[in-house]
C-alpha cells in the first residue's frame, strides 16, 4: 500500500503514488491520500510505502515528513500516532519512507526520521518490521523494495 502523507503537492506525491501503483500494481497494491480517506488495515506481510516531502530539522529540531510549504509537519511519533491503527498486532512487513531526507539524522540529533518510527513500530506492532528512508533528495517514482536507494533504520 502507498500512504501519501502530503496535501499540498499533489503533483509531487499523489500523482507520483498514482504513476508508481500503475507502473508496479503487483508491488504497491493501492494508494491512499492520509487524511483525506478511510485508510484501509494493512495486511500482515504487506509492506507500506510511505510518500511525502522530508527534511532532517522540523519547526522543532526533530525530522519530520509532510507538506512541502504548508503547515502539515509529523515528527515520527507523531506520524505513527496518526497511522498505527493500520498496523496489525504482528506486523510482519518493511515500511518504505520515499521522502526527502528520512534517513539523514538532523543537525546535532543521533537518529533520523525513518529510526524514530522503527522505534515505535518495533515496540507496539512487531519486532520484525524493517523500516526505510532516503539519504538526501528523491525523485521520480517511489523505488522498488529491492532498489538500492534504500537505507535500512539502524537502531544498534
Known sequence: MILSVCRDDLKGTWEVAKC???AHPDVFHSAHL?????????????DLYV???GASIGDEGKPVIGDAHDAL?????????NVKNIFPEGYQASVYV???ESADPGPGLDFSFTEMFAVYVKSERSVNC???GHKGSVGGEIPLPDEDLWIEADLA
Not at 483525506?36 to 506481510?45: D, K
Open 20 to 22: 508508481s501503483l500503475h
Open 34 to 46: 492520509v487524511f483525506e480517506s478511510e485508510v484501509p488495515m494493512l495486511g500482515v506481510n504487506e
Open 51 to 53: 510518500i511525502a516531502h
Open 73 to 81: 509537519y509529523l515528527d515520527a511519533p507523531t506520524f505513527w500516532e
Open 98 to 100: 520515499s521522502a526527502c
Open 130 to 132: 524493517r523500516v526505510y
